[in-house]
């Protein structure tokens, strides 16, 4: 009979300990302990299938072996493909992460009816029924005779499936529903995830078929079960935005076969997800013309340069200690601003409330947009607009100099073909815009307060 113990297992390492603790001594996280049954069973059953000798074809020189020619799915969807890097690679392993309700589902099962009608999926799911996918099949125009539903949590049988029926490509939604019966843990538990993954990236790799894990999120909006997870797939993509905003933004913060730098931006409309081939004017719209306090900035995400809208709002404190609030901007980044705003250009803010946002729920992070954020508070400060085809780009300094920001001239490229006409950069990025065009007026700053002129 196999052996049942219960042990304390972290859940953001999988560090196992025979009592609670507050903090783990692997990762040094608080409070991630939790109480878990271990059988000892598939353990004992590992080591009894465990053989000396190997598989010599495994046992290769790398001159000897054949990469061939990169093989890539397109999935059809242009702002997935973007950050994929290109669409997905035969074995590869995707992690789709994000809030309950953004629209996981969704835009795989808009995936599903995009692709190409010759290849056979799976979408295997643990949290509805076969009819509830095939309600929302019908609201989404899904009519694929190639897509086959699952609906259960048993992951070996799963597998069974993958192996008898071989489909090009399979969707698990969620990774946190599925179990294996001969693991004695509940499902969702750091044993069941790991091993579930396992046993699906085992599946992918040997029969080189691409799969799509839909992760669910803790209250702290990171990924939900062992770190390690993130560690085992070859791309972790979140989805991200607010579930009352129409506007939903993906971006992978790990791809072994793209970039992580590129961003994906969508619209929720009522048949579905939209994909949005030019953000920058959609973060755009509805601008206020003649108000204080607002600023254009041009961001890099990836190879895509997107236009920003930052707004400042400065108010008397009412509050022994004054207000700061950044809204898609890093909070020390902001507090560093500031500090130069009141060092550097003379502005006493030490009684103000302050409070910055980025439109759009975009998050800014990286510092082309330094320049736009003081830009704004000085215009809110002084109650003075900047004119509407105004768009302000540069890095600043603890000295309130101006520095150089990469890629000047796709950046000034993407505002001049929005329609801005004025673009303040910093004095070194002026001399390698003179060509910008005419009509078009490049105004060069080397500190902070050469601000003031641009009002």
Known sequence: MAKIKKLFVCSECGYQSAKWMGKCPECEKWNTFAEEVISEAPAEKYKKEAAISYDKSAFVPLKDINSGEEIRYKTNISELDRVLGGGMVPGEVVLLSGDPGIGKSTLLLQMCKSLNKDLKILYATG?????????RAIRLGVDKDNLYIYAGTNLMSIVAIIESQRPDLVIIDSIQTMTISELSSSAGSVTQIRECTQQLILS????????FLVGHVNKDGAIAGPKILEHMVDAVIYFEGERNLSYRIIRAVKNRYGSTNEIGVFEMLGDGLKAVENPSEMLLSGRPENVSGTCVTCVMEGSRPILAEIQALISK????SPKRSANGIDYNRFYMLTAVLEKRCGFFVGNLDIYTNVVGGLKLDETAA????????????????LRHDVAVIGEVGLAGETRSVNRINQRVNEAVRLGFKRIIVPKIDAAKLKNAGENIEIIGISNVNELRRIF
């Open 317 to 320: 404190s009412t509050y022994p």
């Open 370 to 385: 330094d320049l736009a954020v003081l830009a704004s508070l000085i215009s809110n400060l002084l109650d003075k607009p």
């Open 204 to 211: 992918a790799k040997t029969l080189e078929i691409p799969i």
């Open 127 to 135: 949290e509805e029924s076969s009819r509830q996918i095939k309600l």
